[in-house]
């Protein structure tokens, strides 16, 4: 991107195209809110795209060997790898049944250049908090499944992933390949021995999870208070004042739904309109992401 | 074992967990390496193929994805921007930071960064530093930032690192004498292979990462680990440079493309 800028500054004989296409990159930069207002009056998006439509998804599942399941995201851009991890542990005195999911998300300096190195920022830990809400609420994976050997053994699959290019809605996309990867597991058979009080695996026998609700979920923004603005990309992101959140399950039902900001629209309240606009999408889009088995 | 770590910025697991211990298998004793043995499934001299891909991350000056079989990794190029520091430097910096994803290794990474990480990102810009042309950079910085995706033999991370690396600084357009190619080699009893697992390279008795610019016909960085007597070392040396002149050749074909297609 910084070449662009570059190679303007050389020759006399450039073109006019590539010094409009220079001005309006500077007037990206400088004005970013009303080089996006521009084009809203127009009825599209800086990337083309309508106000109501969706990016493009594919889902890339079990690449990574070194791992019990993985996935690969695609949405648009924005690109996020995760990854299951199972490793055995004790169970909570208080619930020796169940075992344990761990998801997290990390958006490291690589995926953008508003993230520099160092510990999770606070969009990461926000963005981990919503998505460990939402696989629990959601119950993907019942955590009596994962029990061994009750009071002795669990299970706790950790669910890493990382955004490797972040271009704006990092929760949809994660979401969509936590699930994918935990979909894709396949833990080893599992034996608890009483006498030497340890858990071993069969290199042989692997099942799959038991899987209960696949969430998915629809991520808008409120422009202004005058446009909604479907899956914003991420030079939309920061110039939005509310964003709505709607995760449905394969069934197309409602699971959860946030809401961050004043959900006002003109004068209308934008809710309902947003889980109506999130079931339509589901309905035409996203019905098979997870595949059929 | 894993220790227990509280970190306030993640969710967190139970206390302790442990990596799953399997079963003693008869069939694998059987089929795994032993001295004397020819190496499965490639010659000695053969590397993995690779797959090479400049320009994957558009929010980054320059980046580029590299696999080869069972090793990925994806690398992005951020500069040159401006130092941090307020102390005037003539010549830019060079910053590597390495991160292994969690799910990468056989035994699962604790996110917080140790000294495997640093000890990669320092080899990687030892490799790249004598390729660029730092001294018309004053007062900046070039970040380079490198996600092991999955790891295959750190051997063979450090020599991927570098060649993607390389790449994703050419796909930055920063000014530079020439691309890097890297390549391993490890001496497993009295032969030496090329390029390493990580099954191979712990039956190795000592490893040797050597990087290149093949177009300069020079050697940018040696780094030689274990035990190896110095005609082995040398011959290993001979071997990587030879194979560097043909990774070469995938990283200018890469760059080719990634501007065709642009």
Same mark, same amino acid.
């Given at each position: 991107m910084a070449a662009a800028s570059t190679s303007a500054s050389a020759a006399p004989s450039s073109s006019s195209a590539e010094q409009d296409a220079l001005r309006a990159l500077t007037f990206q930069r400088l004005h970013p809110k009303t080089y996006l207002e521009r084009f809203l009056a127009e009825q599209i998006r800086p990337d083309g795209r309508d106000l109501d439509e969706w990016r493009d998804v594919s889902v890339d599942v079990g690449s990574i060997s070194t791992a019990d399941g993985s996935a690969l995201v695609r949405l648009g851009s924005t690109t996020v790898v995760c990854g299951v991890k199972a490793e055995v542990a004790e169970p909570e005195l208080d619930s020796p049944h169940s075992g344990f999911l761990v998801p997290n998300l990390d958006l490291p300096a690589i995926c953008s250049p508003k993230f520099k190195p160092g510990p999770p920022t606070d969009e990461a830990q926000v963005l981990s908090d919503r998505l460990n809400e939402v696989l629990v609420s959601s119950g993907i994976v019942p955590t009596y499944s994962l029990c061994i050997e009750p009071g002795k053994a669990v299970w706790v699959l950790y669910v890493d992933a990382t955004c490797i290019n972040y271009d704006g809605n990092a929760f949809d996309a994660t979401l969509l390949a936590m699930v994918a990867a935990l979909k894709n597991t396949r833990l080893p058979k599992a034996t608890y021995y009483e006498v030497t009080k340890r858990t071993t695996c069969s290199r042989k026998v692997q099942e799959p999870l038991q899987?209960?609700?696949?969430?998915?979920?629809?991520?808008?923004?409120?422009?202004?208070?005058?446009?909604?603005?479907?899956?914003?990309?991420?030079?939309?992101e920061p110039l939005l004042d509310t964003t709505v959140s709607v995760v449905l399950d394969e069934t197309g039902g409602l699971t959860s739904v946030m809401q961050l900001g004043l959900g006002i629209l003109g004068a209308d309240d934008v809710l309902n309109k947003c889980i109506d606009a999130a079931k339509d999408a589901w309905r035409k889009t996203r019905r098979d992401v997870y595949g059929a088995s | 074992m894993a220790q227990s770590n509280f970190d306030r910025r993640r969710i967190n697991g139970p206390e302790e967990s442990y990596q799953p211990i399997f079963e003693h298998d008869e069939d694998e004793r059987e089929t795994r390496w032993k001295p004397g043995n020819p190496r499965k499934g490639r010659a000695p001299r053969n590397i993995r193929p690779i797959f090479l891909k400049a320009g994957l991350i558009n929010q980054a000056n320059g980046s580029a994805y590299i696999e080869t079989e069972k090793t990925k990794i994806a690398c992005a190029v951020y500069g040159p921007r401006q130092s941090k520091t307020t102390v005037y430097s003539e010549k830019g910096r060079l910053n590597v930071e390495v991160k292994f994803a969690p799910f990468s290794c056989t035994k699962r990474r604790v996110?917080?960064?140790?000294?495997?990480?640093?000890?990669? @990102?320092?080899? =990687? &810009?030892?490799?790249l530093v004598p390729s660029l042309r730092l001294e018309l950079l004053p007062k900046s910085t070039i970040d380079i930032f490198v996600t092991i995706i999955e790891n295959d033999g750190i051997e063979g991370c450090i020599a991927a690192g570098s060649v993607a690396a390389s790449v994703a600084?050419?796909?930055?357009?920063?000014e530079m004498l020439g691309l890097v190619a890297s390549c391993s080699a490890a001496v497993v009893g009295q032969e030496l292979?090329?390029?390493?697992?990580?099954?191979?390279?712990?039956?190795?008795?000592?490893?040797?990462?050597?990087?290149?610019?093949?177009?300069?016909?020079?050697?940018?960085?040696?780094?030689?680990?274990?035990?190896?007597?110095? @005609?082995?070392? =040398? &011959?290993?040396?001979?071997?990587?440079?030879?194979c560097c002149a043909d990774i070469h050749t995938v990283m200018a074909q890469s760059l080719l493309e990634n501007a065709q297609n642009t």
């Open positions: 899987i209960g609700r696949l969430p998915t979920s629809f991520s808008f923004g409120i422009f202004d208070g005058t446009h909604l603005l479907a899956d914003p990309t991420s030079f939309e | 996110p917080i960064r140790d000294a495997e990480d640093r000890s990669v @990102a320092v080899q =990687i &810009q030892q490799a600084l050419a796909d930055a357009g920063i292979w090329l390029d390493p697992t990580n099954e191979e390279g712990q039956a190795a008795s000592g490893s040797l990462v050597l990087a290149a610019m093949p177009a300069l016909g020079t050697v940018t960085s040696v780094w030689q680990t274990g035990s190896m007597t110095p @005609a082995e070392a =040398i &011959q290993g040396m001979e071997a990587c440079q030879e």
